[in-house]
């Protein structure tokens, strides 16, 4: 294919001329990847009965695919910057795709779970070698512009996702929640292959690949792998149980492991000094509360709306609709009143109103107060969400801003799985069809997180606007 010439953004580098259509090929790509949390959540009533699987093999076909996605992301980072964004962006893609079709195709619990890890192997390559790219093709304040589509797609994700996965569910069935993946995945691949511009990995310039961190990414994935089985074994075998107990201690060991292995790995995958500086440790805590959150609150609106008050897929889709879009609405909001009032105030607001949410869902406990409750919630989940990622990455400087960010999105897949895992256990009985004490309790549990969050909270989040600190006294406590 003839490339066509090259132009120059103004006072920067040369521009590839397509670089904006390259730019919407790996944002469908990228989307695919967040809505598959969503999608497959509407779905999640339906594999059950179909597949017979339990309430733990469920829980995991939700944190089979976090858990990959956050565990393997900063290697996949790594991999990227060895070998290349353009590579790694291709084999993400080729491996999410082939493993959604694995998924839609299976017929036991195994196979379906092994399709979901292998869809968050796809994902942990493709995402940050993807963004990569993205940081590659553009310069200045085009970048700005690209990043803010690019960080745009995760609200719209959500949206998309509890509306397409009951339509699809309702519609063709569950399965296709998975195939949906495939023909995308094969024209983005396509188009990616002739137009995606190769960049060069550290390897053509000497990097060593003892510099890829394998046992460091084994270490923390082994680690949230156990804490998330403990937890879903947790509602079955009880939360004092020796097993759980012994679990629990097993992933608090590995992590200890994987500390001492990033103090002497030679380029470890993550800077556990950046982990301590205040700012970037509160936005953390903020987005593993507020994507842990966000989660039970899909897992349990799901299970209640269709199982209990069988609503039926595509009516639960359309009802989770306005969920998503509030959160998208706070999300705007807190953009815009951020520099205004600072971190601090924003998040007491955030936690306040999504307790208040998940109080009323458990109070009144019915179809239109848990839709209620639940959009109530969401408002204050994405107010969260902003102040998570201007906090982490607002104070850091411009050569940590990669690493910074592949923490961030690392720990919102565990919030992810960890969300998943515990509202599992706590509602085990409702979530069986046995009564409607498990919701109950299920969404008091995310009243009480959400406060004792905001008070902890309190004490992380600096008190000033981002804008107002700087780099050099962002690491201060």
Known sequence: MAHEPRTRVADGPVADPRRWAILGFLGVAQFMLIIDVTVVAIALPHMGADLGLDREATTWVVSAYTLAFGG???LGGRIADLLGSRNVVIAGLAVFTVASLVS?????STALLGGRVAQGVGAALLSPAALSAVVQLFDGEERNKALGIWSGLGGAGAAVGVLLGGVLTAGPGWPWVFYVNVPIGVVVTVVLLRVLPVAPGAGATGMRRGSLDVIGAGLVTAATGTAIYALIGAGDRGWTDRTTLLLLLGAVLLYVLFGLRQRTAAVPLMDLALLARRPVAAGTFLVVSATSLMVAAFFLGTFYLQHHADLGALLTGVLFLPIALATMAGATVAGQQLA????????ALGFGIAALGFTVAAVGLGTT??????????????????????????????HESGIASGIVSTFHEFGAS???????SVAAASIAGSGTDGFVDGFTLGAAVAVAAGLVAMFLVPGRPAQAATVADGGEW
Do not use: E, K
Request: aromatic share 2%; hydrophobic share 65%; proline share 2%.
């Open 72 to 74: 393997l992301m900063l």
């Open 104 to 108: 839609g195709v299976a017929d036991s």
């Open 340 to 347: 205004a009032v600072g971190g601090r105030l924003l998040t």
């Open 369 to 398: 107060a848990v839709v209620v409750g639940l959009t109530i919630g969401a408002v204050g989940l994405g107010v969260l969400f902003v102040v998570a990622a201007a906090t982490a990455l607002g104070q850091v400087a411009p």
């Open 418 to 424: 960890l969300g998943a895992a515990v509202v599992s």
